[in-house]
């Protein structure tokens, strides 16, 4: 069955939404319902299952929480009594990060109802969770390896779960999540609604919805793999791999890139690429799969409030993340798998917010560029960029790869990173990290609240920098633009 949009409601209140659910969508300031909420919200509320596919920031995370809650709150307690309070809906979700986020969304929707909702992820003490779950938690959202650990040690019982959510479905499949989720859904009552929401409906996502689901309403509010319109596109290329940093340090200062993600493919590159933009005295910091959670909620805290304007990813951060009015993703290198391009670049223009997506290629890159045009059914042209690498290479950049030190080049780079009169270029290296970032990092490692509960906050200032801090900029775009050649390949 394909549900169509013709008969869907044009604003919230024609979804027949309890009174304390529509209080909130107010206060999160929604007017109009998204297409994947126009359609999804009342095939929910009807009873049925769903498979939904939906273009990444579309407002997915709605169509699920709002119509279980709805579903819930008749049976929802005031009373302190942890048995009063059993587990009715449960959200699975690939990352960590993707279900805080669930989990914030689902918080803010469910504010003004008795509902209580809990997160549970990896990677963090388990002792805190438990206390949480035993008090009795209606709505989880989990990964699914924690959520097993909590049923192992007897924290939750989900003998009540009358709905359950796969989110990314794909992403927890291509992780390796399947035998995991069957651990789970043996452990479920065969009687229950299943949502099951994925940006592609592969075979095995066919398959796990046949085994799962009882004859889904399909919902596809967008081409599947298609790239949002929101969001332009734009390939660079340079001639060689060495000089891609300098090109990248080029780009974010020539395209006045205010914030951005820059997504490479390993950790390795990560962590390199990211020390090499804080010797440019460029603000970034690095979020891939290797820190301990707290540096990773941290690190997004940062970034989301704009203190840290540049994030350099690997594909773990690249789903579910959502940084209200991001506006730019940079591939540093293409993924090697088309649709994680789609993934990545799903990150910007979300919610109907303009968004740009930058890639850097090398002639080495163009099978991997002709997959990603395949997939979404774009033409790319690429623009060529020939930085001044010595102009934008690092001392120790240039030093690796033995560029002689008396190179004329070098003279201008030296002066224009002219440290603070307080810094020497010797002790350059030796902290690279804000303070407010350390900050940060001890207060979110510290912190009794291992559940990230509170609201995010979007920062309002997002893409606006102050005649103050602009003038604290380290290098002013116009002396950068004298120093870049770009050209266009016909
Ligand atoms: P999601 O795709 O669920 O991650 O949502 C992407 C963003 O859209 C989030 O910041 C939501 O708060 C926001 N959002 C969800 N629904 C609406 C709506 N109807 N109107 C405006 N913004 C929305």
Redesign the pocket.
Known sequence: MTQTANTAPTDFTGFGLDARLQRAIEE???????PI?AQAIPVVLSGHDVMGSAQ???????SFVLPLLQKILPLASASTSPARHPVRALVLCPTRELAV?VAD?AQKYAKHTPIRTAVVFGGMDIKPQAAILRTGVELIIATPGRLLDHLEQGNISLNQVGYLVLDEADRMLDMGFLPDLQRIMNVLPKQRQTLLFSATFSPEIRKLAESYQNHPVTIETAQRNATSTNITQTVYSVADKAVKRSALVQLIQEQNVEQAMIFVNTKVEARELTRFLQRARINAQTIHGDQTQAERLATLALFKDNSVPILVATDVAARGL?I?AMPCVINFDLPYNAEDYVHRIGRTG??GAQGRALSIVTPYDDKLLAAIAKLTKTEFTSIAIVPQAAAFTPRTERSERAAPRSDRADKPFERRYKAPDNHSHTNRRVSTEDPEVTRLRRKISLSNDPFFNKPYQPSTHVAVKTSEQAHEAPLRKAKVAALCTPKTKA
Do not use: E, F
């Open positions: 999160s300031g929604y007017t109009t319902p998204t909420q990444t920031g579309t407002g997915k995370t709605a986020q969304n959502d209200p979300r919610a």
